[in-house]
């Protein structure tokens, strides 16, 4: 079988309604975790996690993943900026509502971006928000835009708590999953 023929068995068996256990079942295996998102996710998250703030060339590896169109604005943020700024972001008495325009403070830093920041520091309490998850998430009925600048991170987070619990699984894998219905959807 070919990748047409997969791609198209694979929008004909697509849940209709539902982003529940089965979507991440049947999606989740068909996104390609890279080398440099594995090192994000085991290594660079949690000393980050520990330090309680990002250093630069960890804060640059995440852009080098999630942000590479910004990648050369983001290398001009010195290191004390994205220290004292992740830092603040990061500490545990941050309200979550301002972590993320915390984040933004810094030049380059948009929505995706300083959402990946979070998660990778904590994948179980904080979600992704790009465009290509909220697509998906809009085509089913359940956000009311796909643009991650009109969209309250809040209440996507909440969403995708809610939707990861329900699905018996972890946010990060629902939104592997959701990337990887959204990849077969343009192929």
Known sequence: MNSSELSSDLKRDAPSGAIDTAFVLKFEPLYTLTDLESEIFSDIGPKTKVRESFKRKHFLKVAEWKAIGVLPSLEEISSDDIDFVT??????????????????????????????????????????????????????????????????????????????KGANCAPIDLYRALIAYSRQERD
């Open 87 to 164: 830092g603040v972001a990061l500490d545990d008495d941050t309200p979550n509502r301002f972590r993320l325009p915390l984040l933004q403070m810094l030049p380059g830093v948009g929505v995706p971006m300083a959402s990946t920041l979070l998660t990778v520091v904590n994948p179980k309490k904080f979600s992704i928000m790009d465009s290509r998850a909220l697509t998906v998430l809009h085509d089913f009925h359940l956000v009311p835009t796909d643009n991650p600048a009109q969209m309250d991170y809040q209440t996507y987070r909440k969403l995708m708590k809610s939707l990861a």
